[in-house]
């Protein structure tokens, strides 16, 4: 069989999360004593021994949800997450015997005929392992004692899950994927943009701000091109971080922007540009990722006064700090301009990931240099002797030269334009870096 997918499973507040993060070998899903923490999947390539598998992370299972406006969409989730699995693994607590919120997520789980593992969490004795057996009487298989925080037990749990599923086949392109993170303050429409774009229900889309709380993450083919997205938490001021969930979501959302490639910075057409939109373009921009800009709600956007030729103009204004950025207006909701995204992530990708040869730069660069000299005076003058691409994603330039600390930041910036005039870089950045000559 193709690459297994295993899904972990249970009622709310069971370690379902510990164990996620303990099989996937980091902090990941969100750990939280408070029920209903994890309300999204959320999902990561692993391995254990030879095996490897797609872990994925579920919401607790709960007919009295502490959060009645979200339960349907929650549930929804699981369903879709359970329906997609090759093996789960249902988490039980041993502490809490067998409740009826047990029996009602076994019944789910029991319909959907996959192979199943019982993980008895939170045995972190012998006398705890004895309570194990009540578990039996929900019907789904063989019970495995297990502590997630301790680490106890969970090796002999993966290998009767492994020893029940068909070996692997050789997988051909689990790596060669665009990895494209969707960002932006909270409740800007980007689950609602994502699901239209991935073609799946995978992200919950609510009116409350801050539902989506991990990040999120689901393969679509493209014209032939594997694209990863990643929806994510929404970015609050840090001052409006709170404590806990809220700072761990935020810290989560920045690592999906420092692991992606393309970063699509989503803003909100009926509050145009915010404070908070520019703090998360500048994580993004610290992290020298390309960048598309997608003014979302443009079917709402008559309250701003702006055409479009308008709009572009000032976010580019408001932007001046990422160059040459493309902005894309959408509306998620109507599918307006989404059909528009996805060739320009195609395409600024090209742009992040294109590598010039050595001569061509060099002409570049001493043309340039040849129009506008650089200020100074006889051995005081800083020279430039050799200019190359030293690599791709994102484009970066090495320059040999003397005295490089005189080289002004504005003459710098003179050079990087002269490259964009060039060779484009549409939407990426262009880092650039100074080294003495040695002699």
Not at 298 to 324: C, Q, V
Not at 377 to 393: E, L, N, T
Request: aromatic share 8%.
């Amino acid at each position: 069989m193709a690459i297994p997918v295993v899904v972990i499973a249970g009622r709310p507040n069971v370690g379902k999360s510990t164990l996620f993060n303990r099989l996937a070998g980091r902090r990941i899903a969100i750990v939280s004593d408070i029920p209903g923490t994890t309300r999204d999947r959320v999902s990561i390539d692993a391995e254990w021994g030879r095996h490897r598998y797609v872990l994925v992370d579920t919401a607790g299972v709960n007919d009295h949800p502490h959060d009645e406006l979200l339960w349907e969409d929650i549930r929804a989730q699981v369903e879709i997450a359970l329906s997609q699995a090759d093996a789960i693994i249902f988490t039980v607590d041993v502490n809490d015997g067998v409740t009826d919120a047990d029996e009602d997520a076994a019944n789910i789980v029991r319909r959907t005929g996959k192979p199943v593992v019982v993980a008895a969490n939170k045995a972190d004795s012998l006398a705890r392992e004895d309570m194990i057996y009540d578990f039996y009487s929900l019907g789904l298989g063989k019970v495995h004692p297990i502590s997630a925080y301790h680490d106890t037990g969970v090796g002999d749990l993966m290998q009767s899950l492994f020893d029940d599923l068909p070996p692997n086949e050789p997988e051909t392109d689990a790596h060669n994927s665009i990895r494209v993170a969707i960002a932006g303050r909270p409740n800007v429409g980007k689950s609602a943009l994502f699901n239209i774009l991935t073609g799946e229900e995978r992200a919950i889309v609510s009116p409350v701000p801050g539902t989506t709380r991990d990040t999120v993450d689901s393969l679509f083919d493209y014209r032939g091109t594997r694209i990863a997205f990643l929806d994510t938490a929404g970015l609050r001021r840090r001052g409006k971080t709170e404590a806990g969930i809220e700072k761990y979501s935020s810290i989560r959302t920045i690592n999906a922007i420092e692991r992606c490639y393309v970063a699509v910075l989503v803003l909100d057409a009926t509050e145009f540009v915010t404070a908070q939109d520019t703090h998360v373009a500048g994580y993004i921009d610290a992290a020298s990722r390309a960048t598309i800009i997608v003014l979302n709600k443009w079917d709402l956007s008559a309250g701003l006064h702006l055409d479009r030729a308008e709009a572009e103009a000032e976010i580019k204004n408001r932007f001046k700090f990422i160059p040459e950025v493309p902005i894309v207006f959408t509306s998620a909701l109507t599918g307006l301009g989404v059909g528009k995204l996805l060739p320009t992530i195609l395409a600024v990708y090209e742009e992040f990931s294109k590598h010039m040869n050595r001569s061509e730069v060099s002409r570049v660069i001493f043309d340039a240099m040849g129009e506008n000299p650089m200020p100074g005076f006889g051995r005081q003058r800083p020279r430039i002797y050799r200019a190359i691409q030293s690599r791709s994603a994102p484009p970066t330039f090495e320059f040999t030269a003397r005295n490089p600390e005189l080289i002004h930041f504005s003459y710098r910036r003179y050079l990087e334009n002269r490259l964009r005039e060039k060779f484009g870089f549409v939407g990426s950045p262009v880092k650039m870096s100074f080294q003495n000559r040695k002699k």
